[in-house]
C-alpha cells in the first residue's frame, strides 16, 4: 500500500465547472463521499445530495429528476432539495430516519465549490477567488482529467514546476525553468503557499511561442499561489526579453495568462485534476483558443500518465520507502506540511469562530 | 481556510548557488543546503531563532543558535 496523503475534511472543493451542474444529475466522488448535482428550476441554484438512496443505496445520480425533486430511479423514492425523502412508494407515512445529506455548495468564478465537513462550519466567505474564471475581458479553456492517483501526487507536480523542463519538453518546458531557483513563501494562517520563479532570459516554449507570436528569448514569470487544499493559481507573465512592467505598474507589453487547478480528492489514490488556462490577450483569436486548449490538454495528460505511473510503482515499494528532496521542492515540502496541518484541523471537532 | 495571520515565512534559493536562506516571521534568519533542514529549522520557531542587533554592525552571529541534531523527517515517507 503506498503513502496515501489523509484528506482534509471542513474544507471547501471545487466538485464541477458551473456549466457541468444543470437539470442533468451529475454523479461526483468527494474525500470518498458520493454526491450528486443538479439545478433547482425557478432560480438555478446549484443543489447537493449524498448520491445513495437511503433505501437499498442505488445511486441517485443514476435515477431522475421531477421539478425539484429527486425520484430514485430504483423504488421510486423521492427527495426534496434538503435531501429529506417526502415520497416512498406504497405507504403514507414516511419513515423519519428517510433523509440523505444535503451539502453546503456555492457556485463562484464558475466553479461549483462544495463542503465536506460540518456544515455548520461552512464560512464561503473562506473559498477563494479565482475571478479571472468569469471576469469580462478573460477567455478560460478548460477540462477536468481524473487521475488514479493521490491528491498528494499532484499537489507535489504542480508545486514544482521543475518537471516541465523534463516532462514536458517541446510543450510548456524549456532548461530555464529547471535551471532558475525559486522563492518560496508561506502565509501559515492563510494556508497558502507562494513560490516564485523569475526567468530573466529564456527560451520561448512553443506554447506561448505559437499563441503570442514572440520570436526569439523572452523574460518569463511564474508567480504560483496554491491555496491548500484545493486551489492553485499558477500567474504567467511572458514578454520578449528585457520588457519589464512600467514604472506605474502597467504592463502593456507583457502577456498575462492565469493558470488555474484545483485539486479535489476524490478517493484514496484517485483525483479530480480540474484545469484551466485563462488569458486577457488575443481573446477574440479562435485559432489562439484552440490551440491553448489543444496543447495544455496535451500537458495535462502528459501529468496524468506520469502520475499513474508513479501511483502504481509506488504500489510495489515496501512500507517507509524513502524519498530525496532537494531545494526544488521547498515548495511542495510546505505544501504537504500545510495539508498535514488541515487534515488534523479537520479530523477534529471544531468551534466556529465568529 | 482560516484568516491570514501574517505569519510569513520565507525561503529564497539564493541565484548561483545551492544555498536556501530563510526568514522567520518573527525576523530570524538562516542559511542551509537542504530543504528539510531548512523547514525544521522555520519551523523550529522559536527555538534557536535569535535575532542579530541591527545596531551592531559587529554581530555577525549565524542569527541560529544550534540546536540538538534530530533525524531527518519528509525523505522517509
Not at chain 1, 507536480?157 to 508561506?186: K, R
Request: with cysteine.
Amino acid at each position: 500500500m503506498p503513502h496515501m496523503t489523509a484528506f482534509a475534511r471542513n474544507q471547501w472543493y471545487v466538485a464541477a465547472y458551473a456549466h457541468e451542474v444543470g437539470r442533468e444529475l451529475l454523479g461526483r466522488t468527494v474525500l470518498g463521499e458520493p454526491l450528486v448535482f443538479y439545478r433547482t428550476e425557478d432560480d438555478g441554484r446549484p443543489v447537493a445530495l449524498h448520491d445513495r438512496c437511503v433505501h437499498r443505496r442505488y445511486p441517485l445520480s443514476e435515477s431522475g429528476l421531477d421539478g425539484d425533486r429527486i425520484v430514485c430511479g430504483y423504488h421510486g423514492f423521492t427527495y426534496d432539495t434538503t435531501g429529506a425523502c417526502v415520497y416512498v412508494p406504497g405507504q403514507k407515512r414516511v419513515p423519519r430516519t428517510a433523509r440523505v445529506a444535503s451539502y453546503p455548495v456555492v457556485e463562484q468564478d464558475a466553479l461549483i465549490w462544495v463542503w465536506i465537513g460540518d456544515p455548520a462550519l461552512a464560512d464561503p466567505e473562506t473559498i477563494p477567488r479565482a475571478r479571472h474564471l468569469d471576469s469580462p475581458g478573460w477567455v478560460t479553456v478548460s477540462g477536468m482529467e481524473p487521475i488514479d492517483a493521490d491528491y498528494g501526487l499532484l499537489v507535489d507536480n504542480l508545486l514544482d514546476l521543475s518537471h516541465e523542463t523534463y516532462l514536458h519538453g517541446g510543450y510548456i518546458g524549456t532548461p530555464e525553468v529547471a535551471e532558475t531557483p525559486i522563492t518560496t513563501e508561506v502565509d501559515e494562517g492563510a494556508g497558502i503557499v507562494r513560490v516564485s520563479r523569475h526567468m530573466d532570459d529564456a527560451e520561448c516554449p512553443p506554447f506561448y511561442a505559437k499563441s503570442t507570436g514572440i520570436k526569439g528569448r523572452i523574460t518569463r514569470w511564474q508567480d504560483i499561489e496554491y491555496h491548500a487544499p484545493c486551489l492553485y493559481l499558477l500567474h504567467s507573465r511572458i514578454a520578449p526579453v528585457g520588457v519589464v512592467p512600467e514604472a506605474d505598474g502597467s504592463d502593456p507589453n507583457g502577456f498575462h495568462t492565469e493558470i488555474t487547478y484545483a485539486i479535489t480528492p476524490s478517493a484514496d489514490g484517485k483525483v479530480y485534476d480540474f484545469w484551466m488556462v485563462s488569458r486577457d490577450w488575443a481573446t477574440d483569436d479562435a485559432e489562439v483558443t484552440e490551440f491553448l486548449r489543444g496543447n495544455n490538454h496535451t500537458v495535462v495528460m502528459q501529468d496524468v500518465d506520469a502520475l499513474n505511473l508513479l501511483q502504481k510503482t509506488l504500489g510495489t515499494e515496501r512500507t517507509g520507502y524513502q524519498e530525496l528532496s532537494i531545494n526544488i521542492d521547498t515548495g511542495g515540502l510546505a505544501a504537504r506540511r500545510i495539508l498535514a496541518r488541515l487534515v488534523e484541523e479537520g479530523a477534529k471537532p471544531m468551534e466556529k469562530v465568529q | 481556510m482560516t484568516s491570514p495571520t501574517g505569519e510569513i515565512y520565507r525561503i529564497d534559493w539564493l541565484p548561483g548557488t545551492d544555498v536556501l536562506h530563510g526568514t522567520c516571521h518573527c525576523g530570524a534568519e538562516h542559511s542551509a543546503e537542504d530543504p528539510i533542514e531548512m523547514w525544521e529549522w522555520m519551523l523550529g520557531h522559536p527555538e534557536g531563532h535569535t535575532q542579530r542587533d541591527p545596531n551592531d554592525p559587529n554581530d555577525s552571529r549565524d542569527r541560529h543558535a544550534p540546536h540538538a541534531p534530530h533525524a531527518p523527517q519528509g525523505n522517509g515517507s
